[in-house]
């Protein structure tokens, strides 16, 4: 394949918890391709979000490599994190964490000013996402006036707003109903692929899991 853009090797993560340990990640390899589209696919409590969250840097606490765009993230301290996380990642969770207090537009445009884009391109940049999932009139609506379809769509077109290598998304359409959750998949799908990130996406659905390139499945710390 092409030069990964995820490349996870001996990934181990445990907690301890009243004297217990819970060995949650017992050596996870994995390696994703530019632009390949994987499920992570495993049961509620199997270490799905753990492993999303040791991708996305935002906790320290496990062993092992994990190299994002070629960069050997894992070692890196949190200066360093920060710049991956803002120059090659993407996130979509679960609940959208919109920022209330902003506008659909504005939700999409502040990730791109952080990156150093200028308010212009990012705004039509905004606009463009936006309208390519279908809100086109739905810039100026705050998260609270929109239905849990679109902000999840916003949520997506923010994770794609600074072009990431690679999106992570947990469980992205698990708070949705079923025939919602499968237009905001599809639409996430469609437009990921457009773009040419590549992504990682928890869920424990394996009808949702079908939709994408490859399925790998997390049972007792591993993937298979
Ligand atoms: P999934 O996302 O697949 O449902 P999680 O990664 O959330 O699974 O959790 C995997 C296991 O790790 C669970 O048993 C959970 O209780 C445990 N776990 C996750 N985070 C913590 C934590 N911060 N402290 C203690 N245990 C945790
Ligand atoms: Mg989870």
């Known amino acids: 394949m092409n030069s990964p853009v995820l490349e996870i090797a001996g990934l181990a993560r445990s907690f301890t918890q009243g004297g217990q340990t819970i060995h949650v990640l017992r050596g996870v390899e994995l390696a994703i391709a530019p632009g390949e589209i994987v499920a992570l696919l495993g049961p509620s409590g199997s270490g799905k979000s753990t492993l999303l969250q040791a991708v996305g840097l935002l906790e320290g606490g496990f062993e092992g490599s994990i190299r994002i765009a070629g960069t050997e993230a894992?070692?890196?301290?949190?200066?360093?994190?920060?710049?991956?996380?803002?120059?090659?990642?993407?996130?979509?969770?679960?609940?959208?964490?919109?920022?209330?207090?902003?506008?659909?537009?504005?939700?999409?445009?502040?990730?791109?000013?952080?990156?150093?884009?200028?308010?212009?391109?990012?705004?039509?940049?905004?606009?463009?996402?936006?309208?390519?999932?279908?809100?086109?009139?739905?810039?100026?609506?705050?998260?609270?006036?929109?239905?849990?379809?679109?902000?999840?769509?916003?949520?997506?077109?923010?994770?794609?707003?600074?072009r990431p290598a690679l999106v992570l998304a947990d469980e992205p359409t698990g708070n949705l109903d079923e025939a919602t959750?499968?237009?905001?998949?599809?639409?996430?799908?469609?437009?990921?692929?457009?773009?040419?990130?590549?992504?990682?996406?928890?869920?424990?659905?394996?009808?949702?899991?079908?939709?994408?390139d490859r399925v790998v499945r997390l049972h007792e710390g591993v993937l298979a």
């Open 74 to 162: 894992a070692r890196l301290d949190a200066h360093g994190r920060t710049a991956v996380r803002r120059d090659a990642l993407g996130f979509v969770y679960q609940f959208h964490h919109l920022l209330p207090d902003f506008d659909a537009s504005e939700n999409v445009v502040l990730p791109q000013l952080i990156h150093g884009t200028e308010r212009t391109p990012a705004e039509a940049r905004a606009t463009t996402l936006l309208t390519a999932l279908g809100l086109g009139h739905r810039l100026t609506h705050r998260p609270s006036q929109l239905s849990g379809g679109e902000q999840q769509r916003v949520a997506v077109a923010r994770a794609l707003a600074n």
């Open 181 to 212: 959750a499968d237009v905001v998949l599809a639409e996430f799908l469609r437009l990921v692929r457009e773009e040419g990130s590549a992504a990682l996406v928890a869920t424990h659905n394996e009808r949702i899991a079908g939709k994408m």
